[in-house]
């Protein structure tokens, strides 16, 4: 491992500053970075360790309503905060639907939106990877690619953003709040994560030196409590990342739909948003024939990047059950480790 030096500071003024120097990285749980350095895939020269920061622990609502997470509460915290979870039912169940309870406990919520690619060969540092260094290639294109992305990818890299957390977030209209040297700004996590194009290195939107410090959940997204559900589809249901999943939200009002969120994870370098779906599910009955419509306009850009095709019928059929699935309801209570979602099993998935 790369010598680093190592800095604690207990306001965010201060970790900005000292972020500033070159080759700096922030850190908060280190689920993800630690590995990182153990590989050599990242060689940071200065570690900024923010978790004193206490400002960024709060969970608040402004007087908007909209909910104010900061980054570094836990995700098994925010997860099993009852309220949380009755409002934002789905966001709870992504969250839950990730890693392991261990990791949970201690990772936090803004560095699951800045977790890398679980791409094998951007971790093995004998394999070319644009990405990790930028001109030298890609082995994924010709290697394992089975769980690589089928929207939204490019020649220069195809690998998936992991995070769960995130589809729900994309799906209900989330806003990052970052700071950095030139103040402070706010950005729809939507359009925090960027698509590979030419430049996979870039993956977000953030500046050097620039820190989230707060995730907002707009009370808007409240509406959609009754009918909101995160499924997700992955190799070993007790830990794993998403091949597929997908959030879905209703809002149904006298047996129409008022007005639908969707949006999928595993498929491409970020959480994926189906406008198009939404726009075409509003107004209509909740029914398959429209549910499996609004796949088919979901995935109408898909396409393979490898040996995945099998992703796309895949995260059609997914689609069509997370909607039937928030249709049917909102279950009173999450499980403690969500179903895979094609189990039948009473009470889990199904109870209403
Ligand atoms: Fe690297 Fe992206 Fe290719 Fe994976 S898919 S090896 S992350 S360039």
Redesign the pocket.
Known sequence: MNRFDYVKPTTVADAIAAASAPGAAYLASGTNLLDLMKGNVVRPARLVDITEIKELTRIETSGSGDLRIGALVRNADLAHDASFARDYPAVAEALLSGASAQLRNAATVGGNLLQR?R????YDTA??????NPG??????D?D?HQ??VLG?SE????TNPSDFCVPLAAFDSVVEIEGAAGRREVALDALHLL?GTT?EHETVLAPGEIIVAIRLPAAARAFARHARYLKVRERNSYAFAIVSAAAGLVIEDGSIRQARLALGGVA?KPWRAHEAESLIAGQKADARVFEQAADAALGAANA?GDNAYKIPLARQLIVRALAAAAQGTPSRMPALPASPFSSVPGVLHDA
């Open positions: 690619t791409c094998a060969y951007f394999s070319a990877c644009n990405k990790r030298a290639g890609c082995d994924a294109r290697g690619n690589h992305a990818w220069a890299c195809i690998a590979p996979p370098a990047s």
